[in-house]
T-cell receptor, first 114, second 119 residues
Framework: GDSVTQMEGPVTLSEEAFLTINCTYT??????LFWYVQYPGEGLQLLLK?????DKGSNKGFEATYRKETTSFHLEKGSVQVSDSAVYFC?????????????FGQGTELSVKP | EAGVTQFPSHSVIEKGQTVTLRCDPI?????LYWYRRVMGKEIKFLLH????????ESGMPNNRFLAERTGGTYSTLKVQPAELEDSGVYFC?????????????????FGPGTRLTVT
């Protein structure tokens, strides 16, 4: 079945460091790909998304490119801030034959130190 | 516009008891989803409502879980009787009808979750 695999955390970085969180997926057809973020004490928020190969999603300085050839959707940010400390979830969905349910990776906890 | 709300935010019950979780989706959203995250693992899909109908309940763990969405508005998820392995965070999400969705884009809006602890 379809699945998403993320790099395990926790990840601890210093402020202004470069961030990469790896995400790979296994899916038939043409899934849409998402990154969700959960800040402490809050619900999940959509961070960015991409719907087809080579699409780049971006938001708040974060970027991820839909790579069909490597089945990946790695999250990157050039300079992290303390406020980026959160849990990040990679996910996929297939609307047209699965009703849009999201399939998540296990989440990667990011801690950014001043 | 109010977001997705969930109640309670935290529930602690003993094994064998019953708990009912509630989710109020964003007004006008036909789709309502329940998910669960257990012990820091991945968030797993439980079921999907379209209005008041269950579209997909393939993720429901067993018959101790019962979900309803009367009138196509709020939804409840009842666990009866609760077991230790049911502990986790239960998330609800909603989205607008798929008829208005452009190719591949289907944003779900999540509630803050209910943390269930079964002792």
């Amino acid at each position: 079945g379809d699945s998403v695999t993320q790099m395990e955390g926790p990840v601890t970085l210093s402020e202004e460091a470069f961030l990469t969180i790896n995400c790979t997926y296994t899916a038939t057809g043409y899934p849409s790909l998402f990154w969700y973020v959960q800040y402490p004490g809050e619900g999940l928020q959509l961070l960015l998304k991409a719907t087809k190969a080579d699409d780049k999603g971006s938001n708040k300085g974060f970027e991820a490119t839909y790579r069909k050839e490597t089945t990946s959707f790695h999250l990157e940010k050039g300079s992290v801030q303390v406020s980026d400390s959160a849990v990040y979830f990679c996910a996929l969905s297939k609307i047209y034959n699965q009703g849009g349910k999201l399939i998540f990776g296990q989440g990667t906890e990011l801690s950014v130190k001043p | 516009e109010a977001g997705v709300t969930q109640f309670p935010s935290h529930s602690v019950i003993e094994k064998g008891q019953t708990v009912t979780l509630r989710c109020d989706p964003i007004s006008g959203h036909d789709n309502l989803y329940w998910y669960r995250r257990v012990m820091g693992k991945e968030i797993k899909f439980l079921l999907h409502f379209v209005k008041e109908s269950k579209q997909d309940e393939s993720g429901m763990p067993n018959n101790r879980f019962l979900a309803e969405r009367t009138g196509g508005t709020y939804s409840t998820l009842k666990v009866q009787p609760a077991e230790l392995e049911d502990s986790g965070v239960y998330f609800c999400a909603s989205s607008r009808g798929l008829a208005g969705v452009t190719r591949g884009i289907h944003e779900q809006y999540f509630g803050p979750g209910t943390r269930l602890t079964v002792t």
